[in-house]
């Protein structure tokens, strides 16, 4: 009974306007998160230039939020991309690095060759071995899967 009682002191549309203010108060710190990053991030902003536009932005953000969209809103995207290409070529070299380098193919072949020698492999198998090798770095060269997939 209580429940009734208190959801009728708070009609519905009272219900839409807490749920709009709740969005217009995320969105608004969003913005406010998104040019502090933009201004940090930017490397034609000297430090001075950086401060201004934070104290601008954090002490009067109406006209600062604005201020700042209008003026540099252009480029915050071509940073956030810019960004983004270097985290994503950073983590590329790191993959890169840490998963090593596969063998050349002239070290391979040598491998085989000293195996033959050794008589570890007989012919038909170093010739087959050695085509595979071949296989493999002329698919590296030209994209395509060395079964001849083209995945």
Not at 93 to 120: C, E, F, M, N, W
Request: proline share 3%; charged share 20%; no cysteine.
């Amino acid at each position: 009974m209580a429940l009734a009682i208190s959801s009728a002191g708070y009609p519905l549309l009272a219900v839409f306007w807490t749920i709009f203010e709740i969005f217009a108060f995320v969105v608004w710190m969003w913005l406010i998160v998104m040019i502090t990053i933009d201004v940090f991030r930017s490397d034609d902003l000297s430090g001075w230039g950086k401060a201004a536009w934070l104290v601008f932005v954090l002490f009067l953000p109406v006209i600062g939020i604005l201020s700042y969209l209008i003026v540099r809103g252009q480029t915050m995207q071509e940073r956030a991309a810019r960004s983004a290409r270097q985290q994503e070529q950073e983590m590329r070299r790191y993959i890169r690095d840490a998963a090593g380098s596969p063998p050349a193919t002239a070290d391979q072949l040598s491998k085989l060759a000293s195996l033959r020698a050794q008589g570890v492999i007989s012919e038909a198998e170093f010739e087959q071995q050695k085509e595979n090798v071949l296989a493999a770095d002329s698919a590296t060269r030209t994209g395509t899967s060395p079964a001849g997939g083209g995945t």
